[in-house]
């Protein structure tokens, strides 16, 4: 009995009970055709509904972004690929004190992310650029019915496409990092190679990333990137996204999650052939 209670207070239990009332307040409001729900007693703007359920179940059903900090414990946390914000608007309540970051390149999502901040006050700063290694103007690539399916640089099933304006996320911050989410469809390697050039990444304490395995024409080979996690002295785990939709074949594209924390080592050494990616 007792497991049983504490269990019932544990935050990734007390999450999950956040995330099924934010699910019946969207529902509610998609019926009511309102193009906002109620989360926490503020508003919660989205674009579509398949939108939210899809980031509801990956926070509450999978808890992926309570990994390596306690409840209350961030000082900084950094979302790359924002959305529309339900991961920071869950980041900000299980961690009161932290200050965020938010990093979402399409227009019409941003609009969203900063409605959806609106209630943080200065704890919440928003930003409308993409993230990579380098500062450039790229094509981003939007499937208009399903929010969570953007790219960059190529179309895939996408059907919209903007221009807009990447960035460095190494110039956006110079102080210890309690948490970097990084959830940008297939161009992560790029936001880490900049990280490592710039040295930043030494700065960094817990990642979570949603990364993509066996994506046709994808730049990089998930393998690259956890090497470049390990030397900088990362320890990590990987889940496979399918294990919770259906079983993947050998071969299809799937999800895998990287929960990525520092370990104690000495401070990493420029990579041999670092430059072939980094430049």
């Not at 529902?27 to 674009?47: H, I, T, V, W």
């Not at 221009?163 to 948490?179: H, I, T």
């Not at 989410?181 to 490592?196: H, M, P």
């Amino acid at each position: 009995m007792f497991p049983f209670l504490k269990s019932l207070i544990h935050p990734a239990a007390r999450n999950r009970c956040w995330v099924a009332a934010a699910a019946v307040s969207a529902l509610r409001a998609e019926l009511k055709g309102a193009r906002s729900f109620d989360l926490d007693g503020m508003p919660c703007a989205y674009l579509d509904i398949e939108g939210v359920f899809s980031m509801l179940l990956e926070i509450g059903l999978v808890d992926i972004y309570g990994i390596g900090i306690g409840p209350g414990d961030a000082g900084l946390i950094i979302d790359c690929g924002s959305n529309i914000g339900l991961a920071a608007r869950c980041f900000a309540r299980r961690n009161p004190r932290a200050r965020l970051l938010c990093f979402e390149p399409s227009a019409a999502a941003f609009a969203a992310l900063q409605s959806n901040l609106s209630c943080l006050g200065r704890r919440g700063a928003a930003f409308n650029v993409a993230l990579g290694d380098r500062e450039d103007s790229v094509d981003l690539y939007r499937d208009v019915g399903f929010s969570m399916n953007m790219r960059l640089g190529s179309p895939g099933a996408c059907s919209s496409r903007e221009k807009v304006q990447m960035a460095r996320l190494s110039n956006y911050f110079n102080e210890p990092v309690d948490l970097l989410k990084v959830d940008v469809e297939g161009s992560e390697f790029g936001i880490f190679a900049d990280l490592e050039r710039s040295g930043k990444i030494r700065l960094v304490r817990n990642i979570v990333i949603e990364a993509d395995w066996n994506q046709p024409q994808q730049s990089y080979h998930l393998p690259e990137l956890l090497g470049l996690l390990e030397h900088n002295g990362f320890g990590f785990n990987l889940k496979a996204g399918g294990s919770y939709w259906v079983p993947s074949r050998i071969g299809e594209y799937q999800t895998v999650f990287i929960y990525a924390a520092r370990s104690p080592a000495p401070e990493a050494a420029p990579r041999a052939g670092c430059n072939r990616r980094c430049t």
